[in-house]
């Protein structure tokens, strides 16, 4: 029986608040790595969950479905998770108050989908989206958000960071970046 199999689902334990998944953290072939991806998929805790950590995951991708149905959700941590490439839509999460991500050696920038942001109108790309754009937009990224930190993102570089981040800035109390910056 695989791992996945193993796993049940987490969306009738309605009052559990905290929520701590640890992976074994090695670096893992292309099917075991896609079994760790279909675990976490199915685990789908309910959305009273109030705090979230994810550490030593080795999936290429931390965006599973339910993700985006944690409303409740105020404290979230992303650690050492190497292999995955692109950070979820978390700038939709409207009760996040602390965000730490830390160790992703393969996130290579912020993108706009990471502030919640649709990364194309009118076919324009990532990269073509304007700083007046992202302020004047009428969506609000990561309304509650008090603390934000990014630290040993060592492949993160940083054109265009201030641009997409500025929008979030000004609500936050403490905002660290740790050896984030190729």
């Known amino acids: 029986m695989c791992k996945a199999e193993r796993t049940q689902g987490l969306e009738r334990w309605e009052f559990l608040l905290d929520l ?3 992976f074994d953290g090695v ?7 896609r079994e760790d991806e279909i675990v ?3 685990l ?3 959305p009273n969950l109030k705090s979230l950590e994810i550490s030593s995951y080795d999936g290429t991708t ?5 993700m985006m149905s944690l409303t409740n959700l105020k404290r979230l941590s992303l650690d050492h998770c190497p292999s995955c490439k692109c950070l979820p839509p978390l700038g939709k999460l409207p009760s996040l108050a602390s965000l730490h991500i830390a160790e992703m050696s393969s996130i290579t920038q912020v993108r706009l989908e990471f502030l919640g942001i649709e990364a194309t109108e009118n076919n324009a790309t990532d990269d073509q989206w304007s700083e007046n754009r992202l302020i004047s937009s009428s969506f609000v990224s990561f309304p509650k958000l008090k603390e934000l930190s990014f630290a040993s993102l060592h492949n993160w570089k940083r054109v265009g960071m201030e641009q997409r981040l500025g929008q979030i800035r000004s609500t936050i ?3 660290d970046i740790n050896h984030a910056m190729a």
């Open 20 to 22: 701590k998944l640890t």
């Open 27 to 33: 670096l893992l072939t292309k099917l075991e790595r």
């Open 40 to 42: 976490l998929e199915t």
């Open 44 to 46: 789908q805790p309910h």
């Open 62 to 66: 931390i965006f599973p479905s339910w």
């Open 173 to 175: 109390l403490s905002f």
